[in-house]
């Protein structure tokens, strides 16, 4: 068993793991935190690079570019990792099999490039646990939670996207959070065009709309109260159910007329059916 490392929190600092066109982290820097952003299609990192040039120069935003990855090369030279980048819509690429094979049902493609695979664990200890760490790498969010088994701090918020297809996958995610500590948690849904945030800065107080894409608000700033595990898998229950019936492998998205359908129902509702939910989590240190 290895040792447990003994590496610093940062109060001031979030990690965004899957950074995509940094629509979260325009947010995270807009309320005062230093960023630490994973992005691994290199498209994705040059824009962000270009569009977050004064906050990278200012040393309040790191850009490590690659895929997240527990196949690192022990042979001293750094690993490679087939990443499949999505041509249809560049916030599905992943390194995840199981994905791939989703977003094909859907109607996208891929294509495949190597990218550097990064040592989650090693940038945790380089750079610090964060404040919040935001996961949405479409697929492989528990490397994250896995990497954190090794160390003594945790982040005092955590978010992954959930898993959609396997229950038992599900249940392993919060087998993992309350295995680092985390006794809370929220269900939240992602419906970016229409979520606001309070957001003060150098402004004043405002309302901040996010991006398309984005992740949303963090910890307390999330709408409706912190519930327990058994709470938040019986809402999931219910969320599976929609997934049956509307999800990426239901008979509805498999066919041209169960899609129009769908996207009737869409237009009607004014949201996403089913849309894709994120498991907020809020680690059992952080006073009540």
């Known amino acids: 068993m290895s040792a447990v490392r003994q590496t610093k929190k940062h109060p001031d600092l979030i990690y965004d793991v899957g950074l995509h066109h940094g629509q979260d982290t325009d947010y995270y820097l807009r309320k005062g935190y230093r960023v630490v952003a994973f992005e691994a299609d290199p498209a994705n990192a040059d824009v962000c690079r270009e ?14 570019e690659g895929a997240i990855t527990e196949n690192i090369s022990t042979n001293g030279r ?27 049902v859907v109607g996208t493609t891929n294509e495949i490039i190597s990218v550097k695979a990064i040592d989650f664990a090693a940038a945790l200890a380089r750079y610090g646990i964060p404040h919040y760490l935001k996961a949405d790498i479409v697929g492989s969010e528990t490397i994250c939670l896995r990497a954190l088994l090794d160390f003594a701090n945790k982040p005092d918020y955590i978010s992954i ?21 985390y006794d809370r948690f929220k269900v939240v849904k992602q419906e970016f065009e229409r979520v606001k945030a309070e957001l003060n800065d150098l402004n004043g107080s405002r309302l901040y709309s996010f991006e398309e894409g984005a992740s949303g608000p963090f910890g307390p700033d999330t709408a409706g109260r912190w519930k ?61």
């Not at 906050?55 to 490590?64: D, F």
């Not at 750094?78 to 094909?104: M, Q």
């Not at 959930?162 to 500590?181: A, N, P, T, W």
């Not at 769908?262 to 907020?280: C, Q, S, V």
């Open 161 to 181: 996207r959930s898993e959609k297809l396997v229950f038992r996958k599900l249940e392993h995610e919060f087998d993992l959070l309350e295995q680092l500590g």
């Open 78 to 104: 750094p690993g490679k990792v087939r990443f499949y980048r999505n041509t249809s819509h560049s916030l599905w690429g992943s390194t995840c099999d199981d994905w791939i094979a989703r977003n094909k």
């Open 51 to 64: 569009r977050f040039a004064a906050a990278v120069g200012e040393g309040r935003l790191t850009i490590v």
């Open 228 to 288: 327990t595990r058994a709470e938040a898998l019986r809402g999931y229950r219910r969320i599976f159910m929609k997934y049956w019936l509307f999800g990426d492998y239901s008979y509805l998205i498999q066919t041209e007329l169960g899609r129009r359908i769908t996207a009737r129902l869409e237009y009607l509702f004014g949201r996403a059916i089913p849309g894709w939910y994120d498991t907020h989590a809020r680690h059992g240190s952080i006073s009540r």
